[in-house]
């Protein structure tokens, strides 16, 4: 079983920038994909970013692409999503998730991303 944290949400102004990092536990972390999901409210989760269990491939929804960097640390067994540029578009809970393939098979309980105009 895997357990995810995430940690790093908070408060940032329009064209600032925010680092998430998610923990795991488990000694099969290193055998998951892992990726980002964010849900505003009164919307549904949406897909942000994935990493492969290498590290050597990433992919990243259009409406983050260019500003979003998704990486792992498989000795830390963490994830982490570097944002830039953020808009007030990008307010949501972030969430960290983890499976062997998609959909994801853990998730954890999200941490709250505010940007302000």
């Known amino acids: 079983q895997v357990q995810l944290v995430e940690s790093g949400g908070g408060l940032a102004q329009a064209g600032g920038s925010l680092r998430l990092s998610c923990a795991a536990t488990?000694?099969?972390?290193?055998?998951?994909?892992m990726g980002w999901f964010r849900q505003a409210p009164g919307k549904e989760r949406e897909f942000v970013a994935a990493?492969?269990?290498?590290?050597?491939?990433?992919t990243y929804a259009d409406s983050v692409k260019d500003r979003f960097t998704i990486s792992r640390d498989n000795d830390k067994k963490s994830v982490y999503l570097q944002m830039t540029s953020l808009t007030p578009e990008d307010t949501a809970v972030y969430y960290c998730?983890?499976?062997?393939?998609?959909?994801?098979?853990?998730w954890g309980r999200g941490t709250q991303v505010t940007v302000s105009s």
């Open positions: 990493v492969t269990w290498g590290g050597d491939k990433t």
């Open positions: 998730a983890a499976g062997v393939r998609w959909p994801p098979s853990y």
């Open positions: 488990g000694r099969a972390f290193n055998d998951y994909a």
